[in-house]
Structure formats: structure tokens, C-alpha cells
């Protein structure tokens, strides 16, 4: 078999780090062009010093000609820099976009909360939401789903596929420090994150509220509103996502528990957990899995799902990946790990 | 001035050792007898290191014989002690529970959630709400609220107390795992919850979940649900609580704003933030201040409100400090740090 | 191919856990009983909820019957017990013994330090020492060293080895709490160690100081006398050592480059980092790779070796599979991650 | 009794910050100007949210006007700005410089590691060496100790005033982050400190070295060598140093532990444990005080002694306060906490 040849533009970040060291183990890829933009000219080994094995690597600029002649490019830029640089990608190339540029359906919404003309929209690489196979099987450009989005739609959109919760969901989230990037900022150093748990974004503003939103109304069959509150938690990786919705009238435990046991019966990255355990962070620990457990609190009549990932492995590259396998026509799991790195 | 001297029961665990540090800068009690059970007869310096200036102190057992002779008495215990050890203590004795059992009005409600006969209801220590500082002044029993419901209440009462939220409460809160005490418990070592968030008690289990209700149902006026979920963050002291309730047909963010800064105008252990800063649980370590921002989520309807305690602080010592100056009739604010321990 | 049938005794552990992670991610290895002895009954879903691809299976009682009919057995039990176990299995059977009972060569420093009689002697796990992969090809018993004289010895035996460094050697190694294992103990709450270092057995207490000795004095040539102080760190997993000797006299900076250089040119599993970049436990979370850097301070005279590695992967579980490949005659990276999962 | 009114320059920073929380403690001091840099006419309350009372205060910027007619003016400014603040305040002004200039009594040790003109030898404010107070009583100008000076020195300065260790010490001592400053720094990023250990400046590159020698050589009476190993733990605060050297011929347990009980009976903020039990920094956090404890290692022939502190508190701004008491005529202990904040 021919080997696969892959670059990774952005491959100084944590998710261009994250797509590399799940590439470094998949049996048939081979990686190709490494690309960053300040940082071109420098070796890997300084970037990411924990893939020994590209320690001698060198970060070319992040141009058309570095990434020539591959099969398959994965992008891990900032948003809004991933439309020029498809462009100049043939079709027959396969773009994995790690970014939010291709993610949303309505332009208004992109608009709105990222003040940019909208790219458009590409199959979206969370292979888990009915009929989202279908639609990645061949293609050419995927949209890797945003790391709260994956959380939040892997734990709720059971519940409203199968018509049990009210379509207005209250949504809480912790995530690692690492979804927020390895530009130095102050409020992001250790100093400041260690020992403390915070909020942002609260009251709507956080951009991966209207992906949450178009993936839940899918589901539903109508509009399904998302009071989204994201906080940062002392850790570097993982997102636990605590989601809830009113329950429709007459929805009972045993509805739940079916809906969710139909939904993720056969799928080999969710690990719906026995009821009675909940999720934990550190067991996705570099794993492509998520794990979801749902219940029904009766007393106060809502159905509450929670689920845990590691943003940076099931939550960019991780799904990039699998998204990538099924491209390709590769089996779904292969070079991509089940199981955490815990304790 | 003859000073207040003052006992401790449980001085083993973290609470009574955050009751300890917080007496030792006190300026007009002086420690008495210090108790505990299993570790009676051991120094204090093997129990709580970081209290040098106790360290040879030897715990007593927790009788009425070793808690004679005081002015207060702060009961740090597994609830369901705190009733027979209070019984051997004077009426004119100011005896402060830092534990559950005299806080629940509802004797059903202690019932579901304790299995055990209801003990009675004290005068409950959280002075910021209406009424309560009239009630503690003078008082010779106090319950200390628990840390979930002081963080939650703060963070909601305003709103409630205003007219301003539908009666249904959704919760997520992050707590420090200070919280679950001092017991060896496998999944509360360090190993497991070191880079890791996971919930517990989900679905309405949670034994703070009625306190909770209690408080905002008076602030209410009206029966207030709420679905709460605690999670385990990894920390070790620090709540912060994310709560949201749909608001009001009309009600406006001046509306929600001018609530909170009626309600905390003159609090000296609430700092609402400015708007647009929002709290984090590293500015409150060690301090008996709750830091609380609140937001109308417009395209959500639903106000959300975050505060941020240090759970052995303001959300059980501390408030249990700040009530007994309350109730002995001296400066509220004594002894009491009101700035955190940052970074 | 055939697969090797292997099979974890002390499954319910941190090492335990380590082995089966990295078995599931080994093309050649089929994984058969899993064995413990309080916990046999119960399922590997709530005992290890990271492996998933697991969390079905049920843990057996630590006896013949449940190893027997497995190519390779490993052991991952409290000190003391192995020798009873691998006397039940048969000669042709690979035993990869995980604890301490078989490291060390001499019995009374064994018996000074473990005070029970010496078990014997098996091949050392540390394929990086001279000679240690011709001991291990075709072995049937494998002793895997301890984690802090896997970190210790990878950062000074090429000084030694070079005859280079004075016989006495400082370390002062800090080792994540995962070292400590998983039974509940107050003092390795999470509570208790964020936020915390501390040292322990200071003063030559700990248990590994022989086998430090005895690895560093083989090299030398010469006995080297070891000062070693652990210290626990706020951190799940990794070891970071730093170990410092005198250098003999006239030895220069490039004498010690060079012996390094030589000492790990080839080595797949241990990174010699460029000058000027040092380790940190990060880098090495989850992978079998130990990175190594050293540097000679000339004010105070002394070759200083610093050397991060995953305590439970290339310290415990990660060696324990190296050294299964060597002895079955398989590529020595077979099934091993090199690269770390970081951030 | 009139308010001492005190100035902070450099208020927006970790050191500036922990100044101003313990003179919010203090009884007799009055805070008065606080000026910064590129953050002046920036709210207190923003730069340093966990000091709710100092939230409103507007930060100047640090420059005569701003700095006159105050008693005392703390300075935590980067490394050679403090001379030319200092001239311009009268001589009458207690000025206590939490910054390096002022440390070092030998030009040419300053230049070596500074590479800029010696400015200088303030009184050094460490109380607890001998002969430091009475040079500190009155003065007007005070050097306060580096944070891992101060945790070393303290560690080992009693067995070389009493002759027991030979002139060579090996030190290795782990910082929180804290200790690196407030500057956003890729490598300080939360996701990059958080689960990891990691040493910098090896090889004697470490600035504060030479002060370490310094403290040490005096004590002595003859010149000691240091070989300063520092490295980076996961925690915002605390340093604990790991200090050892040979022991003189014939020096016994009895000698050292003798030496050291000696030294540190009569000391307020110098806690000696007993026999048996270690320091770890989680014990000392926001306290001004230094946990120590010292061992003689017999099979190594080594004396190793162990200290935590607080690097802000008792490292930077707790001394500064405790030498601002001498200098002043005040109680030393005056607004300082002893007791640390755990857990």
C-alpha cells in the first residue's frame, strides 16, 4: 500500500501538535510538510518538544508551494485564513479544516460572531450525528467540528433526535487551558490558572454557540436555543460538558437511557457509560473517545447528559482524523487511540 | 476586654482547621480545647502542619467534659453529631454548627436526604440575606450554611428577591476537592484528580440540593426547582457556581443590574464585579469574600449569575466567624480576611 | 501470525493499568486474564474507566489457574508476592515481574531494605545498560527496575560509564503521585498535594537507593555512593531527576557531551536533547521515551544530568514491554509510543 | 498612634501584589500611592482582583511625585531600576527594595551574572542571620532577600555557622510559577507548566547563586561553593529547596540537629519540625513563614536539609514587611501571618 502523505499547516500550535502526534501513529500516513508562520525556519524540537520523532524537523512557511503534493492537508490556523489557503489546494487534495471557517450553515450567524464575510460551508467531521458519514465518505473538504460543540452535541443530541427535551438546552462547560491556545497571555498563565476555575463568554457571547445551536436543531427538528456558559479549569486537557433541557411531558428514565443507548449502540468513539458512573476528563486523556452518561432528575423535571473529551483528541485532531479515515475510504478507528492516558 | 475563648470539635479535618487559622488572626478570641475523635491524643503539628502556632497542641476526645468552660463552641462534625454534643452544652454557650443538621427547615426534606429524624432548625448563618443578620444578633445556636447553597444563594437571591427569574434554577457548580474532607478516599487522590472535572451526584442526589431551594424559595416567594450539578475541579479549595434561570417577560439588564447592586451596596463580604469582569476562585482563596457578576443572556432569555467562594472560607468557616461576631455583638468584619490569597 | 497471549496480574492498579494501555495498542499481543486480588469479581469499567475496550472484562483472583495458558505474564503486585507466583508458572513462560523483588543482586542490601529474605535475581529491565539486551534475549524472567533508578540511571550511568564523575552521587528526583499507587491514604489526597512539594524518606531511606547504587557502581567500575532524596510532586504522572557528581579532574564540557553522545546515539528510547534545551516531564507523558541533557558547571565542579520520564510508561510499564519484545525475539519499539502526549 | 503610610512601586506585579495584601493587614500601616508602568491609570481591581479592597484605587506611574511624602516606599521593579528610584526619595524614607540591585557585595559577582554596574549594598533583610537585625534596626535602605536565597540559606546556613558541612553545597529547589513573574511567557502558559516538572538555569547560570554563596561563605567563615539547580513545579506558589553537603569527620545526628535548634529556638517565623516530619510548601502558602528540617545521612555521608517557604510571602513581600518592622522599631511580627493557608 502506498503511503498517504499528509502536511499540517499551523503545526506549531496544540492543535497542530495534537494532529501530529495522532499522524506519527496511524500505520498509513506518512507526514510531509510541516508548516507555521512566525515560526518557519525553526526546528519542531523546540515547538513540540514532547514528538521527539520530528525533533529534527523544520517548519517551512505556510504557502502553496510548501504544501504542494500531498493527499492530504490538514489546516490548524487562525479563522479566517483557511479559505485562501484551500484555494490554492487542488480538489483531489483533502482539506481536514481544524478551524471554525467552514463549520456554520447560516452566514448571518458567522457574521454575527466573527464579523467576517462567511467562507461556506464544508460535510462537517463529526461522523457520530445521523448522516454525517454519508456525507464525509469521499469527500475532499471537511470542517472538523469546534471541541464544545463535539462535547455539547455528543451529550444532548440523543435526547432530541428522539423528541424527549424541550428545545431550549442549559449548557455549562469546563474546558483545559489548552482550548485556549499557546499564544502567551497573562490571565492564561500558570500562575493565574492553577488552583482557580473561571467563566468567560457568559451570556451568549462565545462563538461556538450558534454550532452547538445549528448541530441541536438538527436533531430536534426545530430551533433549539443554547444558554452556553464556558469556564476554564486548572488543567491543560479536557472538556466536561454539563447539559441539560426540560424533559416533554411523560419522558421517563427508561426513554432516556433507550435514546441514548440507540444513538451510541455501535459507535466506537462513545462509550456510554453503565448507569451510575459519569464521566471523568482524565480518562479521555488522549484518547479519540468520548464518554456520555445521561439522567433524568425527575424533581426538577430535566434530562441531564454530561460528557467528557479531550479537546484537543476527540475534540480537533482526533476527529480530524477519524473524519480523514472516512474520507478516505480507510476503516474508521485505524492509528487512532480508544483509551486514555490516565492516571 | 476578656477574651472569647473558644473550642473546637472536629479540629482534625479541614474545616476545623480552617476555623482554627481563621480564630488564630482573630483579635479578641483565644483558643481553648480542641477536639477530635480517632485522632485524639495526637499534636495538632502532625493534623495541620500549616498551623505552627498550634502545633503542640493535643487534641482532646469530643465530650462535654472538654468543651466546658467556653464562650463558643464550633461543631466541624459528621452530621448527625452535632445535636447530642450540643445538648451538653450551656444555653447561654454560642455553639456554631458548621455541619448540615440544623439548617434544613423542612424535616421531610432531611428525612429524603439524610435518612435520619430531623434535629431542628437554628438560626442560619448567611447574613447577606434578608432578615438574617436580625435573627443572628444575640443568637446562641447558629447553622453554618453549607458551601454549595452560600455560593448558589448569593449568587441568585438577588434576582429571586427582585421578581426577575422563573422559579426553576439550573446549577452547575465546580467545587474544590477540599470539599469532600479529609478522609482517604480512592477517588479523591491526587493521582485522580489532578487534571481532571467529573460530576457527581447528578440528577437532584446532591444532600445541598434542598438547602438551595429553601433559600431562593423564600427570596421567591414562590417554590423555586432547582437542578443542580456539582462537579470535582482540580483544586484544592474554590466554588464556582454557574446559575441561570429564565427571566421574566420584560426584565431588562439595567433591571438585573440594579437588583444585585441594591442587594450587595453595602455588603462588606460581596464584591460585585464590574460589568464585564467576571470571578474567579483564585481572588477568593482564604478570603470570607464571594465575588458575584451577573448577565442577561438575551437570545437565551435567561439571566446567568456566577459567584466564586473559597468553600472552607466564606462558604463554611468564615461565615461561620462572620456569624458569630454577629451574634456576640461585635464588628462583623473582625478577624475576617477580605482579600484573597492570589496568585 | 500467532498471537502472544498475555496476562496482568494486579490488573486494578496504576502499573496494571499502564501494562494493559499499552498492550491494546501492541499489533502482536492478545490480552487474556486479569487478576486482583480484593477487587477480583468486579469489572475493569470501574477500576480502570480509561480503557474502555475493557471495561467489560472482569477481574479473575490472582492464582495458577487464571495465569496459566498465557505466553507472558506480568506482575505488577505489592513487593513480596511475585516469587509465589512465578514458581506456579512454568519455565517457558516469560514472567515480567513489575515489583521489586527480584533488582537487586545483593541479598543483605535486599534484606536491609526490605526486610524480608531475598527472592534471586532476574535480568534487568534497562535495555539502555551495557549488556542488558543480551541478558534479555530469550529470557523467561524479567526484573523491570524501579521508575526513580530508571530516571536516575539514564541521566548518569554514561558519566560513570566514561569514568568521568567522582563516586558520589546527589539526586534529588521529583516524582508525580501515581509513584505512590492507588491505595486511598490521606496524605496523597488531591487535596493535599496540589499546590504541594514535599520531600520524603530523606536521609538514604528509600528503597531505591540500592538499586541506584548498584547500577551506577557497575558502570563506574567502582562503588558509588548515592544521597537520594524523592520529593512529590503536584503532578499525576512523570519523574524528573536531577543527579550531580563531581567531575574528575580535567574533564571538560565536550568529554561529557561526547560520552553521552556515545552512550545514546542509537538508543530509540532515550532523546539526548541539543544543547541548551533541558527536559520537562511534559514532553514524556504517556511514552516510553527518557530525555536526557547534562552539563558541566564549572564554578562548582560538577557534571549536573537531568533526565525526565513517564513514571508509569518507560518507569514501569513501558520498560516492562521493551524488555517483553527483546526477550521474544520482537522489534524492540514494537507497540511503545515515543512521543509524549502533551500539552 | 499615627498610620505609617506606605507607597508600593511596581503594584501590578506578583510581588507588588502580595506587599499590598499583607499591609492590608497590617495595623499601622496606611497604603498610599501605587504606581506601575505601562498599567498606570489602569484600577487596582483589574491588575489584582483578589484585593476587593483596593479595587477602585488607580494605579500612578512610578516617578518621584507619585512616590513623595510617604514613610515607607516598597519597590518590586525588574532588576536595575531601583537606584534611581531611590535617589530621588530623602534619606529619611524607609525604602525596601524587593528587587535584586541592592543584594550582593562583591561588584564583580553582580557584573558576572547582571552584566550592568553594581549599584550598591543595602542591610539585607533576613532577619534570621546573625547580626541582620542589628543592622536593620533603623536603617532607611533594606535589600530584601531573593525568594530561593532566602529558602537555601535558611535551609543551610546552621550547620555551616556551626562547622559541620564542608564548603561545597548541592541545592536542588522547586519554584511555583509565581516566582517567574506576571509577564506573559509562552512557556509559563498554564498548559505548559500545569503536570510538569522542569529545571532551568543549569550549570550555575542562576542569578541567585552568588547570593546563596554569599549568605553561606559568611556564615562559614570560609568560601562555599553552590552548585543551584532550579526547577519549575506545577503550583502558583512555594519553593521547597533540597540542600545537602558533606558532612565534616565525626559530625553525629545529635550535632546537626543540635545546631539547628539553636539557631531557630527563639525564631518567630522559622518553624523547625520535629524529628520525623518534612516540610512540604502547601503548609506555608501565604504565611511568612519557613518550614525546616535537616537529616544526616550516614550511608552518604551527607547532611541534607529541607526548608518551604512562600516565595512571595516569606521569599519576597512577608520579609520585606518583617524587615520593615525592625527597621521601624515595631513589632516584628506585626501583621504577618505565621500560619499557612491549607489545604
Known amino acids: 500500500m502506498t503511503a498517504i502523505r499528509a502536511a499540517v499547516a499551523g503545526a506549531s500550535g496544540y492543535a497542530g501538535g495534537e494532529v501530529l502526534r495522532l499522524l506519527l501513529g496511524h500505520p498509513r500516513v506518512r507526514i510531509g510538510a510541516l508548516t507555521g508562520n512566525s515560526q518557519a525556519g525553526q526546528a519542531l524540537g523546540t515547538l513540540q518538544p514532547h514528538l521527539p520523532a520530528l525533533a529534527d524537523r ?74 454525517a458519514r454519508a456525507a464525509l465518505r469521499g469527500a475532499r473538504r471537511i470542517a472538523v467540528p469546534g471541541c464544545y460543540p463535539t462535547a455539547v452535541t455528543l451529550a444532548l443530541f440523543p435526547a432530541y433526535a428522539a423528541g424527549l427535551a424541550e428545545p431550549e438546552a442549559v449548557i455549562v462547560a469546563a474546558s483545559g487551558t489548552s482550548g485556549a491556545g499557546k499564544a502567551a497571555k497573562a490571565h492564561l498563565l500558570g500562575s493565574e490558572v492553577m488552583g482557580s476555575m473561571s467563566p468567560y463568554g457568559v451570556g451568549g457571547g462565545h462563538r461556538h454557540t450558534p454550532e452547538m445551536s445549528q448541530n441541536l436543531t438538527a436533531a430536534a427538528g426545530e430551533e433549539v436555543t443554547v444558554s452556553f456558559t464556558p469556564t476554564l479549569a486548572p488543567m491543560s486537557r479536557g472538556i466536561l460538558a454539563t ?84 474520507a478516505l475510504g480507510l476503516p474508521e478507528e485505524l492509528g487512532l487511540p480508544a483509551n486514555g492516558v490516565a492516571p
Chains 1, 2, 3, 4 share one sequence.
Open 58 to 131: 523544520i517548519l517551512e512557511p505556510t504557502d502553496a508551494a510548501a504544501l504542494a503534493g500531498h493527499d492530504v492537508v490538514f489546516l490548524a490556523l487562525p479563522h479566517g485564513h483557511s479559505a485562501a489557503v484551500a484555494a490554492e489546494l487542488g480538489d483531489d487534495v483533502l482539506v481536514v479544516d481544524c478551524g471554525a471557517d467552514f463549520r456554520l450553515k447560516d452566514a448571518g450567524q458567522w457574521e454575527r460572531f466573527y464579523g467576517t464575510p462567511h467562507a461556506g460551508t464544508w460535510p462537517y467531521g463529526l461522523p457520530e450525528l445521523p448522516g
Open 243 to 326: 447539559c441539560s433541557a426540560k424533559a416533554r411531558p411523560g419522558v421517563s428514565a427508561a426513554d432516556v437511557r433507550q435514546a441514548y443507548a440507540k444513538a451510541y449502540g455501535d459507535e466506537p468513539f462513545v462509550h456510554l457509560l453503565p448507569e451510575g458512573r459519569w464521566p471523568a476528563t482524565a480518562a479521555v486523556q488522549g484518547a479519540n473517545t468520548a464518554f456520555v452518561q445521561v439522567a433524568l432528575d425527575e424533581a426538577a423535571g430535566r434530562i441531564v447528559a454530561v460528557s467528557a473529551i479531550d479537546n484537543l483528541t476527540k475534540g480537533t485532531a482526533g476527529g480530524a482524523v477519524q473524519s480523514m479515515n472516512i
